[in-house]
């Protein structure tokens, strides 16, 4: 069974394989790492053993497995004798949220299925299953969805080490973080504001912050932009201007969003809106 739907800016497609063992040779046109696109495997039958930047991973039902097809050597389907079925998303790198630092912290690694790992495992699953029950206008808001989850799972994996789960400091993070998500639309909000709101100091609010390693204003700007770029995806939004969906989440300088915008990704927010690849 083979079938490809376009999400959006997402492309979605879901294969079933016969016990099969292929090699992947790799081309010159083909180099590691100039791959435009991130690549997301996720199991629904069956397991696959790859050989991937010359070293083997297993990946079965439940988890997910972030690689650059360049990169993939040798694909075994149906490891173990059994058929094989698969969705696999392909992600253009330049609507992630990471730098291409952090970005290759995570290929080649499978995210299990537990946490944020879990979700888009089985939102990709449930997703794959349910396609027949979606219209054309779902596709795109499907795709933002995914996006979303996906720039969850890439910016957990690598992002440092945090502090414990159960730890009131932790807690705190989490505390803040909502407050801010809260508070985006507010062209006034900055660290001091963050600070006051739950009795700290601005020196402590910047350690939080600086253990996961981000600065408090850079952290509020990436989550303006994030929800912008997702307003800017949406069909249902088209008619709203540029200069609306900036001030809507907290950019009170049209010029000033514009600027962050294409130096977040690559791209101005009317092409970007447009479709319109820039070089």
Same mark, same amino acid.
């Given at each position: 069974?083979?079938?490809?739907?376009?999400?959006?800016?997402?492309?979605?497609?879901?294969?079933?394989?016969?016990?099969?063992?292929?090699?992947?040779?790799?081309?010159?046109?083909?180099k590691p790492g100039l791959d435009d696109h991130y690549h997301l495997l996720?199991?629904?039958?069956?397991?696959?053993?790859?050989?991937?930047?010359?070293?083997? *991973?297993?990946?079965?039902?439940?988890?997910?497995?972030?690689?650059?097809?360049?990169?993939?050597?040798?694909?075994?389907?149906?490891?173990?004798?059994?058929?094989?079925?698969?969705?696999?998303?392909?992600?253009?790198?330049?609507?992630?949220?990471?730098?291409?630092?952090?970005?290759?912290?995570?290929?080649?690694?499978?995210?299990?299925?537990?946490?944020?790992?879990?979700?888009?495992?089985?939102?990709?699953?449930?997703?794959?299953?349910?396609?027949?029950?979606?219209?054309?206008?779902?596709?795109?808001?499907?795709?933002?969805?995914?996006?979303?989850?996906?720039?969850?799972?890439?910016?957990?994996?690598?992002?440092?080490?945090?502090?414990?789960?159960?730890?009131?400091?932790?807690?705190?993070?989490?505390?803040?973080?909502?407050? *801010?998500?809260?508070?985006?639309?507010?062209?006034?909000?900055?660290p001091r504001q963050v600070a006051a709101a739950h009795h700290i100091s601005v020196s402590y609010l910047h350690r939080l912050?600086?253990?996961?390693?981000?600065?408090?204003?850079?952290? *509020?700007?990436?989550?303006?932009?994030?929800?912008?770029?997702?307003?800017?995806?949406?069909?249902?939004?088209?008619?709203?201007?540029?200069?609306?969906?900036?001030?809507?989440?907290?950019?009170?300088?049209?010029?000033?969003?514009?600027?962050?915008?294409?130096?977040?990704?690559? *791209?101005?927010?009317?092409?970007?809106?447009?479709?319109?690849?820039?070089?």
């Amino acid at each position: 069974m083979e079938r490809d739907v376009l999400l959006g800016v997402l492309r979605l497609g879901v294969r079933r394989f016969p016990p099969l063992r292929v090699r992947a040779a790799l081309r010159p046109s083909r180099k590691p790492g100039l791959d435009d696109h991130y690549h997301l495997l996720v199991p629904l039958q069956g397991a696959i053993r790859l050989v991937w930047d010359g070293r083997p *991973i297993l990946t079965g039902v439940g988890q997910v497995l972030v690689h650059d097809v360049t990169r993939l050597q040798e694909a075994d389907f149906g490891a173990g004798g059994s058929a094989f079925r698969t969705a696999t998303v392909a992600v253009p790198r330049s609507l992630l949220s990471v730098d291409p630092g952090q970005g290759e912290l995570v290929l080649g690694r499978r995210l299990a299925g537990e946490g944020v790992g879990g979700l888009l495992a089985g939102f990709v699953a449930h997703l794959s299953d349910s396609l027949d029950a979606c219209g054309p206008s779902d596709a795109p808001r499907l795709g933002l969805a995914l996006l979303e989850l996906v720039n969850a799972a890439f910016a957990h994996l690598g992002e440092p080490s945090a502090p414990a789960p159960s730890s009131p400091k932790h807690a705190l993070a989490l505390q803040v973080q909502t407050f *801010i998500q809260r508070h985006l639309g507010e062209t006034g909000l900055s660290p001091r504001q963050v600070a006051a709101a739950h009795h700290i100091s601005v020196s402590y609010l910047h350690r939080l912050f600086q253990e996961q390693g981000h600065t408090v204003s850079g952290w *509020i700007r990436s989550q303006r932009l994030l929800r912008a770029r997702r307003d800017l995806a949406d069909p249902a939004l088209r008619d709203v201007p540029v200069h609306a969906v900036a001030a809507r989440w907290g950019f009170s300088d049209s010029t000033v969003f514009s600027r962050a915008f294409r130096a977040a990704y690559g *791209i101005s927010p009317s092409a970007f809106r447009n479709g319109v690849p820039e070089v």
